[in-house]
């Protein structure tokens, strides 16, 4: 009976497609991401959005330093990263914060509740401490139903205020996958 | 003229590429290129780089794409390409027909004690470029190579990539304004309107 109500299917979340239209209300035209599970819908929302651009970076800093050139031209942006990217980031947020640039980053977590991977570990311990060491104003979510009021709140603070803020969207909500069963032939 | 194998110097090649700039964009990166485009002479357009190695291409980008009517200009050095080689990658992907980037290539860190840098062995940026899908991709040795690329970049047809191979000379320097706050407000004031002033 449990082997059958693991198989089940779970119904799909719904709270990135809340995110998505906090996103359009604030006017976010540059969608850049290094992919990860958690953001995959929001993603999905994106790429059908005429009026957006997703761009894939091949790092995450990148993303800081493109969505620094939107704000100079005009555009609104987010960035879409997993917690293991924000550690690639680092010496980049001086830019946002010297320049008094806004920055929206939304970090799904890994290394944390429930995590199965140990190498998650490290960096995801280290997330929250690396953004606030950098300027960042960091806002947390851990009920699937807070997570686009946290979003639109972040957006306000960075876009009406010029600094960085990041969401972190918790590993409870995302759920944490299990590898071994993954694994199971 | 150039005398064959003589390397160019940088501010003659910043001033070939900034001459008659019109409502050109310039992005520079840190250290010599942030001096070298002030030297050719301070602009609210202009955006100077005093740290975060590796943005200039990015960040050149990122304007681009938000600004699809106006022409943007990277100015950078090899080391800071280097920095973010990724950077050729997304770009080359998303194809930005607006945008410059023209790496003035020492081959050397020349801020730090002219230590040498990975072309200095050799690495060929503008192959990575071509490779990364840069439909123009170019190594550029005389002024009327550098004319051409000036040309290509105020007409918009890009992407388009230049590795200026110039002489790894160390000059006075010629500061912009730091203040990273001023160097922001005053470009959105100059490509936005005094609307940008009001949020």
Not at chain 1, 41 to 53: G, H, K, M, N, T
Not at chain 1, 157 to 162: D, G, H, P, R, S
Not at chain 2, 49 to 64: D, Q, V
Not at chain 2, 173 to 190: H, M
Request: glycine content about 10%; proline content about 6%.
């Amino acid at each position: 009976m449990a082997d059958l109500q693991k198989k089940e299917p779970v119904a799909l979340p719904t709270w990135p497609d809340d995110v998505y239209r906090v996103l359009k209300e604030a006017d976010v035209r540059q969608v850049g991401m290094v992919p990860d599970a958690g953001h995959s819908r929001l993603i999905r929302a994106f790429e059908a959005d005429p009026q957006a651009r997703v761009i894939t970076l091949t790092t995450e800093e990148e993303g800081i330093a493109m969505l620094a050139g939107a704000w100079l031209g005009g555009e609104r942006g987010v960035l879409l990263l997993q917690s293991s990217g924000v550690g690639n980031c680092i010496n980049m947020l001086s830019l946002p914060m010297i320049c008094r640039m806004p920055l929206l980053m939304l970090v799904t977590m890994r290394g944390e509740w429930g995590e199965f991977n140990p190498w998650q570990v490290p960096m995801g311990q280290g997330t929250r401490a690396v953004l606030e060491a950098m300027g960042v104003i960091v806002t947390r979510a851990d009920e699937p139903h807070l997570v686009a009021s946290t979003v639109s709140g972040a957006a306000n603070l960075a876009f009406n205020t010029w600094r960085p803020a990041a969401v972190l969207i918790g590993q409870r909500v995302l759920g944490a996958k299990n590898f071994k069963e993954l694994a199971r032939k | 003229m150039n005398v064959p194998n003589e390397l160019l110097h940088r501010r003659d090649v910043v001033n070939e590429l900034l001459r008659d700039r019109s409502d050109l964009l310039v992005v520079a990166g840190l250290g010599a290129p942030n001096w070298d485009i002030s030297a050719a002479g301070d602009s609210p357009n202009n955006f100077p780089l005093w740290g975060a190695m590796g943005a200039a291409a990015m960040m050149g980008f990122g304007l681009a794409i938000a600004q699809p009517k106006r022409r943007v200009l990277v100015i950078t050095g090899d080391g800071e390409m280097l920095m973010s080689l990724g950077a050729l990658a997304t770009i080359a992907v998303q194809n930005p027909p607006n945008l410059t980037i023209a790496v003035l290539d020492n081959e050397r860190f020349g801020e730090t004690g002219m230590q040498k840098t990975h072309t200095a062995a050799g690495v060929d940026l503008a192959g990575i470029a071509t490779a990364a899908g840069f439909r123009t991709s170019r190594i550029v040795r005389t002024m009327a190579e550098v004319t051409e690329i000036r040309d290509l970049a105020h007409r918009g047809n890009g992407p388009v990539f230049a590795q200026v191979k110039i002489n790894p000379e160390a000059l006075y320097f010629v500061l912009p304004p730091a203040d990273g706050g001023i160097l922001s407000t005053r470009f959105r004031q100059s490509v936005l309107g005094d609307g940008s002033l009001y949020n």
